[in-house]
């Protein structure tokens, strides 16, 4: 701060009241800064001579600054990269402040309607359209902004203090406010339960990516809701349909809502066609699979080279605990399925799909699981490398890179300690990429080490450490604060040696 004319201890004051640091600096790492700078000041101090000493405390010279070393162009690049991130996450954090201003005021004003007496529905329309006259928007839109802040205000206080507080962007609001629609409408559920699924989701949102957050809300939420999931999958699966809409240019949008096992085969088969074209073929990948589609639908046949479409079988990958199977549907008083199947260890999929699944399948990988971590220990197998492959892809379940959710079929087993610099095929040195990143690994100045239980500890190009720990694939038991009832941390994985292959 030195040079701006502003008193250290009050501008940090000011940040930690509310204010926003233009460089997205924290109260703490301005203390730091302002540590540096009193330290730096003693040692100018220190340097100087008798004259110089006499010259600056008589105010004919200015206090000299030390003799540094010339700016490399690395340094420079350093400087610059850290300056750009910093100054967008100001940015980031000042419209996330502004945002939940604007929503407490469209709350504020949604309550007054209320508070006002007469009929709520033409006095909030008045008030929307008088809003939306002088924004030039629609009032429906602003009628529908007002309604959506004041759930979120009053039915999720909490994720809306830290989108406030610029700790969780706009994007992980609007997943927890879609992801918890279910626990909110539910009057069955206790409010304690959903104030403790809504804190427990926050904190994940402040650690992780918005898509990331999507799949693991979906457990949390799964887990106090009364109905059952094969009662609201048999519910669900009444709205499945198919729709288009105008993308203008004569192009269309067709879209279909279908069951997750059914659509994600689907997208399974039209992905292995297209990584089957030939390389001389000009569409991109995208293209490929939408043709693909368009053949099979209007034809009943491959589009022209697709090499035998027609055999390819869809792949998925369905996490199912062994006591599911070993229920019996047909009895009323059979407890639920608490610990829900896994599509690619991401979409819920209900009981009923899944005994049809395991009636009809001819090959079995058993999985062990931690009982503690839920994490993968081991499999049955005979076939060491094949054993390591089935408890990687059970482990990683998606791409490692930090914030990726490809799931782990489209991603690549990399040795985290390069192959050609000595690193070792062993489940302590592998880990699956998506092919975009798996090749940013090499070609940029990212560096990633593996700790134990598969943990990865990335270290970005201007020093971040991050943490991408495996998420487990089945039931975790922890244990939960006594007041709030939230998770305590637990450790990175399970005791011990990797499994002994």
């Known amino acids: 701060m030195d040079g701006w004319g502003i008193d250290g201890e009050s501008y940090i004051a000011a940040i930690r009241a509310g204010a926003i640091d233009p460089f997205g600096r924290t109260p703490e790492e301005l203390e730091a800064e302002l540590d540096a700078l009193h330290d730096q000041w003693l040692e100018r101090l220190d340097a100087l001579g008798p004259a110089e000493w ?57 309550e007054r309607v209320h508070a006002e007496g007469g009929e709520v529905t033409t006095g909030l329309r008045e008030a929307a359209s008088t809003l939306a006259a002088e924004l030039r928007q629609s009032d429906r839109g602003i009628e529908q902004r ?38 909110r409408a539910d009057d069955t559920v206790d409010p304690e339960q959903r104030a403790r699924v809504e804190a427990e989701l926050v904190a994940i949102a402040e650690t992780t990516t918005p898509s990331r957050l999507r799949a693991r809300a979906r457990l949390v939420v799964n887990r106090v809701l009364t109905a059952p999931l094969q009662q609201r999958h048999d519910a669900a699966r ?39 074209k030939p390389k001389d073929d000009p569409r991109s990948f995208d293209q490929f699979r939408a043709d693909a589609l368009a053949e099979l639908l209007l034809a009943g046949v491959a589009p022209d080279d697709l090499h035998g479409v027609s ?6 990958s369905i996490t199912i605990p062994a006591t599911e199977l070993l229920g019996d549907p047909d009895q009323p008083d059979e407890p639920q399925l608490r610990f829900p199947a896994l599509l690619d260890g991401r979409i819920l999929v209900d009981s009923a799909t899944i005994r049809t699944l395991a009636a009809d399948t001819t090959t079995w990988e058993r999985l062990f699981l931690h009982p503690v971590t839920g994490l993968p220990v081991t499999v049955d197998t005979y076939s060491p490398n094949r054993a390591q492959r089935r408890a990687l892809r059970a482990r990683d379940g998606r791409c490692r890179w930090p914030g990726c959710s490809n799931p782990v079929h489209r991603a690549d087993l990399d040795h985290t300690h390069d192959w050609a610099k000595g690193g070792k095929t062993t489940l302590s040195n592998l880990a699956h990429l998506c092919r975009r990143h798996h090749m ?62």
């Open 54 to 110: 006499d010259a600056v405390t008589t105010g004919r010279m200015p206090l000299p600054p030390l003799p540094r070393p010339a700016e490399s162009d690395g340094m420079r690049r350093l400087r610059l990269e850290e300056e750009f991130t910093g100054r967008v996450k100001a940015l980031e954090a000042q419209r996330s402040r502004l945002e939940a201003e604007e929503r407490e005021m469209l709350a504020a004003r949604l």
């Open 146 to 183: 007002m309604a959506e802040a004041w759930t979120i205000v009053h039915e999720l206080p909490l994720t809306h203090a830290a989108h406030k507080g610029g700790r969780i962007a706009a994007s992980h609001l609007r997943v927890i406010v879609r992801e918890t629609a279910a626990v």
């Open 238 to 276: 009444e709205h499945r349909g198919v729709w288009m809409v105008d993308a203008g240019d004569g192009m269309v949008d067709l879209g279909a809502r279908l069951p997750a096992l059914v659509g994600t085969a689907i997208f399974d088969r039209l992905t292995q066609a297209a990584r089957g």
């Open 311 to 316: 055999p390819i079988k869809a792949t998925v």
């Open 440 to 501: 940013m690994k090499h070609t940029t100045r990212w560096t990633v080490r593996q700790l134990p239980g598969g943990v990865l500890e990335w270290t970005s190009p201007l020093g971040t450490i991050i943490r991408d720990d495996p998420e487990p694939q089945g039931p975790v038991f922890v244990d939960r604060d006594p007041i709030w009832g939230l998770p305590v941390a637990a450790g990175t994985g399970p005791p011990g040696d990797p499994p002994p292959f």
